[in-house]
């Protein structure tokens, strides 16, 4: 017995150097630039983010886009034309009220994901810095939306995650990398798991400072896929809108607005999809209190692009090849916040081909009812969790799964996950044997279970087998 799990421990020493490593993605930030609205003269500037994909914290209004002169800036912009310009006021006894940006995002605070957080900070020529604040937040309200014309409104709540407290300094005229880095600490912020990110960043005194480049990448473990839509979209008063929310219902609007959002799975590693939600970002929700649930269908007529008519986009979110996945949201209240829907069954019907992945659509549950418009962020996120190792895709990481394996070691390339492939390098070898001891016992929920005792021998003993043959 000494001898078996002598050799059990030589293959699992292993593991450690060959299972997949976590990866990183970016995750969308509506106008990450301010380069909207455009500011053709150097110099211009505006008073106003309405619409725009900013909110505000604590600074009466005092925030908005610039396209920075020469004079301002000897490098211009980092980005682009145009950077966010934040001079907070003061409160009622005159003193510095910090305030300045703030986005709530469509993404969740994740476990065992470090999200890294980068800003370029200036300071410029004409205008005095007033030191800053990079933070990064879990939870909060969005901003109510506008009509185009008047200010943006108030970003409230959010629990403090890390931030850069004003420790760069700074040349006049220029601008500098703020880097805020944080990995999920669940001693403190258990609690906040599945809260949405928020981004803030604020000037500390009544002086000036400008912000630009702002971007957020989460690096996640290797069973954990946040994909961002490829394209999404919304139909309204019969005309095709692109741009920072998913308008359904009747609002301000005639008629019933529909949305559809569409994702890109071709990446997806050979592994079994154990869990797969959608996050959903709503940021303005009516007032009349009837039946107006948000309803999350699956279409499936065609596909689309967004270069269809806005009468063939619609139709093809409620026709009868479409099917409903499930309603959310109060019916009735204001009720801003971020959503979770379990699409797993929806999610590996893509992947498996049995269904064609034509994308989400969004709808009111009950459509036309007046004053049940919602906005929704454009960018609501896909969680895939996977399970490595589960060959038969039965979603446990048995005994099963070693025989598969076995029986098709050696084969190559293009091996499947069926046949053992769990890293997705089109061979069916030791580093899939490794995957499989490193992942066995474990279920969808991604918690091992216990193993029936002659599964775990037969691992044991089929491991070592393998070994010795390997070796002889």
């Known amino acids: 017995m000494k001898h078996a799990y002598m050799v059990v421990a030589v293959v699992v020493v292993g593991v450690l150097a060959i299972c997949p490593d976590a990866h990183g993605g970016q995750i969308p930030i509506n106008n990450p630039g301010f380069e909207d609205p455009v500011l053709v003269v150097d110099g211009d500037w505006d008073y106003s983010m309405d619409n725009q994909g900013w909110g505000y914290i604590d600074n009466d209004g005092d925030i908005g886009p610039w396209n920075p002169a020469t004079a301002d800036y000897p490098g211009q912009a980092p980005e682009g034309q145009n950077v966010g310009w934040a001079e907070p006021g003061v409160d009622a006894y005159g003193n510095a009220q910090p305030?300045?940006?703030?986005?709530?995002?469509?993404?969740?605070?994740?476990?065992?994901?470090?999200?890294?957080?980068?800003?370029?900070?200036?300071?410029?020529?004409?205008?005095?810095?007033?030191?800053?604040?990079?933070?990064?937040?879990?939870?909060?309200?969005?901003?109510?939306?506008?009509?185009?014309?008047?200010?943006?409104?108030?970003?409230?709540?959010?629990t403090l995650l890390a931030q850069d407290n004003n420790s760069l300094t700074i040349a006049d005229g220029a601008f500098v990398t703020s880097t805020v880095k944080y990995t999920y600490n669940p001693a403190l912020h258990s609690g906040l798991l599945g809260e949405p990110l928020q981004i803030r960043l604020l000037d500390l005194n009544a002086d000036e400072t400008e912000f630009d480049s702002v971007s957020v990448e989460a690096k996640l473990p290797a069973d954990k896929a946040l994909i961002a839509p490829t394209t999404g979209l919304y139909v309204e008063n019969g005309a095709v809108y692109d741009n920072y929310s998913l308008d359904i219902g009747q609002g301000n609007w005639t008629g019933d607005a529909r949305a559809l959002v569409k994702y890109d799975l071709s990446s997806l590693p050979h592994a079994t999809i154990a869990r797969a939600t959608l996050y959903l970002l709503q940021s303005e929700l009516g007032t009349a209190d009837q039946d107006g649930q948000a309803q999350l269908r699956r279409i499936g007529t065609s596909d689309w692009d967004g270069t269809q008519s806005a009468a063939v986009l619609n139709a093809l979110v409620a026709d009868a090849k479409s099917a409903a996945v499930a309603n959310f949201s109060p019916a009735t209240g204001p009720a801003p916040g971020l959503y979770s829907v379990d699409v797993t069954s929806v999610v590996r019907a893509w992947a498996d081909g049995s269904q064609p992945n034509y994308g989400f659509g969004l709808m009111q549950a009950s459509e036309g009812l007046t004053n049940t418009g919602r906005q929704f962020g454009a960018n609501p996120m896909l969680l895939i969790e996977f399970l490595f190792g589960d060959a038969n895709g039965d979603i446990v990481v048995d005994a099963a799964d070693f025989v598969a394996l076995k029986s098709h070691m050696g084969q190559g390339p293009g091996a499947t996950l069926a046949g053992g492939d769990f890293n997705s390098d089109g061979r069916v070898d030791w580093d899939d044997l490794q995957l499989l001891i490193a992942h066995f016992g474990e279920t969808g929920g991604n918690a091992p279970s216990v193993p029936e005792p002659c599964s775990a021998m037969l691992l044991v003993f089929g491991a070592a087998a393998m070994l010795r043959r390997r070796k002889a």
Do not use: E, H, R, W
């Not at 986005?103 to 410029?124: D, E």
């Open 99 to 158: 305030g300045g940006f703030a986005q709530v995002l469509s993404a969740p605070l994740m476990a065992g994901t470090t999200y890294t957080l980068t800003v370029k900070v200036g300071a410029a020529l004409t205008y005095s810095g007033g030191g800053y604040a990079v933070q990064l937040l879990a939870g909060g309200i969005p901003q109510p939306t506008g009509n185009g014309s008047d200010y943006t409104g108030p970003v409230t709540g959010g």
